[in-house]
């Protein structure tokens, strides 16, 4: 049960409370209004981007060893920038949380394309919140990416937006798009031609709250997608509620601040249309929800979903017959911080980074509090693995974002990928923009920060948010895709992409179409690799469903699946260096 934290309880022991800010009266007189123009104020903002032709950046020279190119170079980030509306100088805890890309194969010619949230501004006269319309980005090969928003039908700026997620809804075998957003969402149909329809109203959802993103997942095995959509506060665009920090500064007001608004769950029927099962199912319950992923953890054949929490206790949710969920966090040990406090808990992955065959959990959190990685010893048990990883203080002076488990070296050894960003605008010795991380695996036992090697882009700041990881150019080597508040979206391919690889795409038949729930094992270097597919991670992002893994040789490989519903099948004979698309075989009555 998710329960918020109160103001006092935060200053306490949450780490947000003493660096945040504090409430002013509503009736502070203007004269005492501190006037801070932030966009010239080194480090703590940045000037409003344009919507059109954002300006481009000097090349970085690549260096031999760093792991990405790309980022902050002119041929590599997207013409395209989330815009948050900070330019308005509302300092609304709207603007802060930015957007997400969602990758996807949407005219299914085998490449992956990028869609990008697209944000909105602020009005003063009368205060509301304008949308602005996202991208949709073709991938053409070779690096390359042609916006083709228009003719995808995709240029609605109705909704101020953060999170995009990609399911087949429809089971047509061609990606549908979930797009949330502050008081709204929509559901874009892929009609197969390249353009996508508005099926928000004909398939019955209503989301009027405060919508941070959504996740697809079958929560009750009939083989359609069900939706769940994660809520952040009950919150309105108020320009009397003024917050003052320690330093007598306006700012952001911190999320203490407000209520915690209700997740939604959204059946499938099968037909177009969705139904509202949120309170039968039990995850009506208050929550500033940021992050989610979903999982059958403990391999009952029902779905599983953990949820992420600003300041308040995270959410673990098993699934069960009868549209029923049970609230395990607590006893499951993934509710709180290892010192038992609440965290400011953002985006969230899931892995096996030991190579136990077990899923883990990583996500980010507010400044002054380590990223959490929960090592799972059971099938409802987890312990914090922060500390012995060596985790431990290396992010604790950042505000993590988007995260991922990605084997971005090709060892079998899943790393970790964090985008930072501060949401607080006047920070004494934090800055707004800050650098991303990146971690390599050792082995299973440790984290060793790579960063200094990742490449230019991870050797500069920026304002992060969401971020989604694929293979963007099918040669085997994971790549990045990152979103920035007012700065183009950075895509990082892999410089280092490994001699033999397999990659796999799950196709569903009996069970839900892209398999979301199945688990795949396969050996290399002479042991065995856990992978999942998943629904949701990182931050308001989709990533690229596929499964990449490390293959010893030019031989051809087998791998075993287990599919949603329990069965498992082994596929053979599979040449490496190229995609496959393995399709789950239908059951006997079928």
């Known amino acids: 049960m998710r329960i918020w934290c109160s103001l006092l309880v935060c200053l306490a022991g949450c780490g947000i409370g003493m660096e945040a800010t504090s409430p002013a009266p509503k009736n502070l007189p203007k004269a005492n209004e501190p006037r801070i123009d932030r966009r010239n104020r080194a480090g703590y903002g940045f000037a409003p981007l344009p919507d059109a032709n954002p300006p481009k950046t000097p090349r970085v020279p690549v260096k031999a060893d760093d792991w990405f190119d790309g980022g902050d170079g002119e041929s590599r980030p997207l013409p395209f920038a989330y815009v948050d509306g900070s330019g308005a100088a509302a300092y609304t805890i709207l603007e802060v949380m930015g957007g997400g890309a969602a990758l996807l194969d949407y005219d299914r010619d085998g490449l992956m394309d990028i869609y990008v949230t697209g944000g909105g501004s602020f009005g003063k006269s009368p205060v509301r919140a304008s949308g602005r319309a996202g991208a949709l980005f073709h991938n053409l090969g070779g690096g390359s990416f042609a916006d083709v928003t228009r003719n995808a039908g995709l240029q609605d700026d109705q909704l101020y937006t953060h999170g995009a997620t990609v399911g087949d809804y429809n089971r047509d075998g061609y990606p549908d798009l979930f797009v949330a957003g502050y008081q709204g969402c929509r559901l874009y149909r892929n009609e197969k031609d390249g353009s996508f329809s508005n099926q928000t109203a004909t398939a019955g959802l209503s989301c009027p709250n405060w919508n941070m993103t959504g996740c697809w997942a079958d929560i009750d095995n009939d083989g359609w997608l069900d939706l769940y959509v994660v809520t952040y506060a009950k919150f309105k665009l108020d320009p009397e509620h003024i917050c003052i920090n320690d330093w007598n500064l306006r700012d952001v007001c911190p999320p203490t601040e407000f209520e915690g608004e209700v997740d939604q769950l959204w059946r499938n029927r099968g037909d177009g249309t969705f139904e509202d099962v949120s309170h039968q199912a039990g995850v009506d319950v208050p929550g500033r929800g940021m992050g989610i992923v979903a999982a059958d953890l403990d ?216 398999a979301i729930g199945a688990r795949i094992n396969h050996q290399f270097a002479g042991r065995e690799l856990t992978r999942w597919v998943h629904g949701g991670g990182s931050y308001l992002s989709s990533c690229d469903q596929r499964i990449v893994l490390p293959a010893d040789d030019a031989s051809p490989v087998s791998v075993k699946v287990r599919w949603p519903d329990g069965r498992t099948a082994d596929f053979s004979d599979l040449i490496p260096n190229r995609f496959h698309e393995l399709v789950e075989a239908r059951r006997p009555t079928e």
């Open 299 to 514: 391999e009952d054949g029902w779905i599983d979903f953990y949820v992420t929490n600003d300041m308040e206790e995270n959410v673990l949710l098993y699934g069960g017959p009868n549209l029923t969920f049970s609230s395990e966090a607590i006893p499951a040990g993934t509710a709180f911080s290892p010192t038992g406090e609440r965290e400011g808990s953002m985006g969230v992955d899931l892995g096996d980074y030991n190579g136990d065959g077990k899923p883990d959990f990583i996500y980010t959190n507010y400044v002054n509090q380590d990223i959490s990685l929960l090592e799972m010893v059971d099938k409802r048990g987890f312990v914090n693995a922060t500390s012995a990883a060596g985790l431990s203080g290396s992010t604790s002076s950042w505000v993590g974002f988007g995260t991922a488990f990605a084997d971005f070296d090709s060892d079998g050894w899943q790393d970790l990928f964090v985008i930072n960003g501060h949401v607080m605008y006047e920070r004494s010795g934090s800055h707004y923009s800050q650098p991303p991380r990146l971690f390599r695996n050792l082995d299973g036992r440790r984290f060793m920060d790579a960063s200094p090697q990742g490449g230019p882009y991870f050797r500069a700041m920026h304002a992060g948010r969401g971020a989604a990881v694929g293979d963007l150019n099918n040669d085997g080597g994971l790549d990045l895709v990152v979103v920035h508040q007012q700065e183009r979206v950075a895509v990082l391919f892999n410089q280092h992409p490994p001699k033999h690889w397999i990659g796999l795409r799950l196709q569903g038949q009996s069970s839900n179409p892209d």
